[in-house]
């Protein structure tokens, strides 16, 4: 699958969460993420607008950067892999990055925007 096929596709499956309303963090400020998905938010504490990926979504391996310009400043990985988080759209080790384990890393604060991410093979 090329990286235009996923990203359009990724940008269809968030348009339909956005809409249902199943993409937003909860109110009391715990966040939705279900088990087997990386989630993303566009504020500080899962606030603001989210985003959902899971391994349809994001192919191990591949760098992916965030539809529509979002600048992610919290995020959940419930992956059962590894994820990098990047502070450059093309997953650049010249910027910021940082590895979170899977099946449960919550970061409420990242220690910088994120602008891609990377879903490790096992």
């Not at 088990?35 to 566009?42: A, R």
């Not at 529509?68 to 994820?83: P, Y």
Request: aromatic residues 8%; proline residues 8%.
């Amino acid at each position: 699958m090329s990286t235009r096929t996923l990203l359009t596709a990724l940008a269809i499956t968030t348009g339909a969460l956005v809409s249902s309303g199943t993409a937003s963090a909860q109110q009391s400020g715990t966040p939705t993420c279900d088990p087997g998905e990386f989630c993303l938010w566009g504020g500080p504490d899962y606030t603001g607008p989210a985003r959902r990926l899971d391994l349809e979504s994001a192919n191990p391996g591949e760098c992916i950067p965030l539809p529509g310009g979002l600048v992610a400043h919290s995020f959940v990985n419930r992956l059962t892999r590894d994820a990098s988080v990047y502070q450059g759209e093309t997953c650049s080790t010249e910027a910021e990055f940082t590895t979170y384990p899977g099946r449960g890393t919550y970061v409420p604060n990242a220690p910088f925007v994120v602008r891609a991410i990377q879903v490790w093979e096992r």
